[in-house]
């Protein structure tokens, strides 16, 4: 997975199961004002494995998301050198395929095994995990699946993968849950105010 570039930006990841608002909550980021100046965003792994004919449950098609995902967001902060953005939002992180692998039957150990990587390699990599729950959990007549939505996954499938992924992230000592709610345009206002609480931190130590 390497090591990431050193300070370049700030890192933040944003997680959570299917159907939490992860997507919505960074084209809102990029049409804000006060954001779209500073922050820059890097798309989840899983889109350059569009063609790939491997099976998502081969450890091979796990490693290749780690090393994609990791790539991706260190080719974006080099490029951004000098640009004046302060902040990268990366749409997942690095270790949101484990939670995917182990919703699949096999064990967290395997996949940092597998991926040469541990829990504190991943940790290093984000200076903040910002969890936008899956409407799975707490307001399950909102999630939306296929061909209403492009997720698969049924709400219990989702539930389990959100759960995987709080387990996994919530040790980072700048996690936050932004949980599910009735009112989706409050859980995006919740999810806008950590990033902006952020970024001013940011401001104030500079």
């Given at each position: 997975m390497g090591t990431r570039p050193r300070r370049i930006l700030q890192v933040i990841a944003v997680t959570g199961g299917p159907g939490g608002g992860k997507t919505e909550l960074l084209r809102a980021i990029a049409s804000d004002a006060a954001l779209a100046p500073v922050a820059s965003l890097s798309e989840e792994?899983?889109?350059g494995m569009r063609f790939v004919r491997m099976s998502p449950r081969a450890a091979e098609f796990q490693c290749a998301l780690v090393a994609i995902q990791a790539a991706t967001e260190d080719s974006v902060m080099r490029a951004l050198a000098g640009s004046g953005k302060q902040v990268l939002l990366s749409h997942r992180g690095t270790l949101d395929p484990c939670a995917f692998w182990q919703s699949f039957g096999n064990s967290r150990e395997s996949f940092f095994e597998m991926t040469v990587t541990t829990l504190e390699d991943h940790y290093r990599r984000y200076d903040m995990v910002i969890h936008m729950e899956s409407?799975?959990?707490r307001v399950p007549e909102a999630y939306l699946r296929h061909p209403a939505a492009h997720r698969p996954e049924d709400v219990a499938q989702a539930a389990l993968l959100d759960r995987y992924l709080a387990e996994l992230w919530g040790g980072h000592p700048r996690y936050v849950k932004i949980e599910g709610m009735p009112d989706f345009e409050?859980?995006?206002?919740?999810g806008m105010g950590v990033i902006r609480g952020f970024v001013g931190a940011m401001r104030w130590e500079s």
């Open positions: 792994a899983i889109h409407a799975a959990v409050e859980k995006m206002a919740r």
